[in-house]
């Protein structure tokens, strides 16, 4: 498994949060979470202007083998979504940091941001769980 | 439960097999390739399968072939020395214990490689009903499935004689100086092998099969999608003890012989009941399922018309990776099974539009000489 960027913050249910430099946060499911899924065929995004509370579904990710719920690792209103998953889903096991990110929030209440794990913590809690 | 592991257990392990519980086994559900692509390997050159899970048994004794069509609906007294069946355990309701494959050894002994999941049962109906056969179980015997277009140019090394061989035929045979039954067979609709080897040399001969740059291993994940897109049934998934093979789409695997107008028409578990089958066609029977987009259908999830009635469920589904799109396979209404027949499958509360396909949605692609 890859280290997670250490800018990240990480849900216990693999969902990463990045904190931009304009405010906003964008979220993606971590490498652990792609390589435990296996190939993804499918994403399904919250559509941009919902608004979404921490912790609550937010979109689905299918791999060949099973249909997984992602859920909000922050709240706040959706301001972009990744249209290249609609055709490329396989990139979220290729660049899950990166090109593979989900959608885009205004964050509500930055603070929620506090309760995550930090990436040292995340990955030793899913050793834990190996 | 300790789960039993194969003699190649090592090996997928060495080779980063993720690895799953299946039917008992610790068994590797793909390799660092993925599924995907493991599929498209085997599609596109070849792959090298473990299926050692499944069960080995020998039948033999005087008028085996009579005492196994007492069981199975199949001609098996007309079939060739090392020529091979595929056939299905029958039950009194017309319904299937399990799928298997018979290859004819000698005029009083057969080779059977039965379902993994239904292995203990099936050696208990046999043994319970082949009264004066001499039944032998062969534990210690691995099973690797060689499969994909570039299968036959690795055996033409590996096995000259084997590199012969027609669809449905089997030889025994020596690779590397052990002694092997190799069978022009397999699962995923491509022309390959299984071979069945001792298990003290299987990890040996998976190696040096591994060695050919045309091939890599392949998992059970990209096996069932091998198998679902050439529109082959799994036990458990399109079969059951509930689910006769007229319904299942397999009439095909009862002989002529054995049918109400045969040479030796009945005598099999459930003849009576699949007969009418036969004749008065069952109310569900088995099709494809084209899914529209990207999103994937499940098994288990149900099948609905336009007007919102349920019309059948899904037995298999999963991710066509020749075909780039999900597919499945469902039991529906016999009055909507015609090709092109719009319906809807309801995924988590989605109706998704699907299409009922002809099957195999890609084509199979045997070696018949």
Known sequence: MSNVPSELKVAS??????????????VGITDHAQEALGDVVFVELPET????????????VE?????????APVGGEVIAVNEQLEDEPETVNSDPYNDGWF????????????????????QAKCAEEE | MTLLTTPLDGLHRELGAKMVPF???????????????????????????????????????????AMLESLVPVDIESLGIDRQTYALLTNESGGVLDDLIITRWGEDQFFLVVNAACKAQDISHLQEHLTGQVMTVLPDQALLALQGPAAREVMKTLCPEAAQLVFLQGCHSTINGVEVYVTCSGYTGEDGYEISVP??????????????????????????????????????????????????????SISKARRADGERPGGFPGADIIFNHIENKPALRRVGLSVEGKRPVRDGQLVFNGDGEQVGQICSAGYGASIGRPIAMAYIKRELGEPGTALFVDVRGKQLPVTVTRMPFTPQRYYRG
Do not use: N
């Open chain 1, 13 to 26: 249910s693999h969902e990463w949060a990045r904190l931009e430099e304009d405010g906003t946060v964008t």
């Open chain 1, 103 to 122: 959608y885009k929030l205004q964050p509500s209440d930055i603070t929620e941001l506090d309760a995550l794990l930090s990436p040292d913590d995340y």
């Open chain 2, 199 to 252: 298990g003290a040399h299987a990890d040996a001969l998976a190696r040096s099969i591994l060695s050919f740059e045309q091939v890599e291993p392949i998992g059970l994940g990209a096996r069932d999608s091998l198998r679902l897109e050439v529109g082959l049934c799994l036990y458990g998934h399109e079969l059951s003890t509930t689910i006769d093979p007229v319904q299942a789409g397999l009439l095909w």
């Open chain 1, 63 to 71: 791999s060949v083998k099973a249909a997984s719920d992602i859920y």
């Open chain 1, 49 to 60: 202007g919902d608004t979404i509370a921490a912790g609550v579904e937010a979109g689905v």
């Open chain 2, 23 to 65: 039917a008992g086994y610790d068994m590797p559900v793909q390799y660092p390739m993925g599924i995907i692509k493991e599929h498209l390997q085997t599609r596109e050159s070849a792959g090298l399968f473990d299926v050692s899970h499944m069960g080995q048994v020998l039948i033999e004794g005087q008028g085996a072939a």
